[in-house]
């Protein structure tokens, strides 16, 4: 089989800049703080106390029997951090499909994207995570006439 000089030199070319291209759109979604999951399990809690105490938790009772409210994490689920408390290694974290923020220990986040389940790298845009819009002000634009 023959391959043109052509061809040759397309596939080059696109074997070096789609991968550059999307190194850029990844970077630029963690600078707006988008994150990916690294862990599998019960690793997101809606209480902060919960997820600072998740190291100190016995061996013999299971995270159900002990937290109220737990939600998994998945290996390459993409979430969007809110908030961090560095003193604590702990981010708040928006995700898809949840109503509230969860905490989360920050050494389960990844600036590098993880694949997920199936292969894929998950976008803020298949994500369906809620992010926080302006919210109109009461009584601003209310005519006082």
Do not use: C
């Not at 938790?57 to 299971?62: A, G, I, V």
């Not at 604590?88 to 974290?93: E, K, N, P, R, V």
């Not at 926080?132 to 601003?140: K, Q, R, V």
Request: no cysteine.
């Amino acid at each position: 089989m023959k391959i043109s000089v052509f061809s040759l030199t397309i596939l080059i070319i696109v074997g070096i800049l789609l991968p550059t291209a999307f190194a850029a759109d990844y970077k630029d979604w963690v600078a707006q703080g988008y994150r990916w999951s690294s862990v599998s399990g019960l690793h997101a809690y809606r209480n902060k106390d919960d997820a600072k105490n998740e190291r100190s938790r016995r061996e013999n009772k299971s995270v159900s029997e002990e937290v109220r409210y737990a939600y998994y994490l998945r290996p390459g689920k993409i979430v969007f951090v809110v908030a961090t408390d560095a003193a604590d290694g702990l981010s708040q974290i928006r995700m898809g499909g949840i109503s509230s923020d969860l905490w989360t220990p920050t050494k389960y986040l990844s600036t590098r994207p993880v694949r997920n389940a199936v292969g894929k790298i998950e976008t803020p845009e298949t994500a369906g995570i809620m992010l926080p819009t302006a919210s109109a002000t009461p009584g601003l634009n209310s005519g006082g006439r």
